[in-house]
C-alpha cells in the first residue's frame, strides 16, 4: 500500500519519526509503500533517494537502510 502521509513505525531498538527519519538520511521524505501486514515499510522516497529498507536480524525485528540515488545524473 503506498502512502504519501509519514506513518510512524518502530523495531525493537528504535521509533521512526519522520523529524528523525528526515534527520538520519539528511533529505526530505515523500512517500512510503508498505507490503502486506508488515510493520515497517518495504521502501521510502524522499526528493533525492528512494529508501529500500531490510529486516536486518530474524529473531528481534531490527531494520537497515540502504539509499539508491533517485534521479542519477549520467554523463
Not at 33 to 57: H, Q
Request: aromatic residues 14%; hydrophobic residues 40%; charged residues 25%.
Amino acid at each position: 500500500m503506498m502512502s504519501c502521509e509519514w506513518r510512524t513505525f518502530s523495531t525493537d531498538a528504535e521509533t521512526y519519526t519522520q523529524a528523525a527519519f528526515e534527520e538520519m538520511i539528511g533529505d526530505e521524505f515523500e512517500a512510503m509503500m508498505f507490503k502486506g501486514n508488515d510493520e515497517f515499510p518495504a521502501y521510502i522516497w524522499t526528493v533525492n533517494y528512494v529508501i529500500i529498507v531490510k529486516r536486518s536480524a530474524k529473531m528481534i525485528t531490527d531494520i537497515s537502510f540502504e539509499r539508491i540515488p533517485r534521479n542519477p545524473v549520467c554523463e
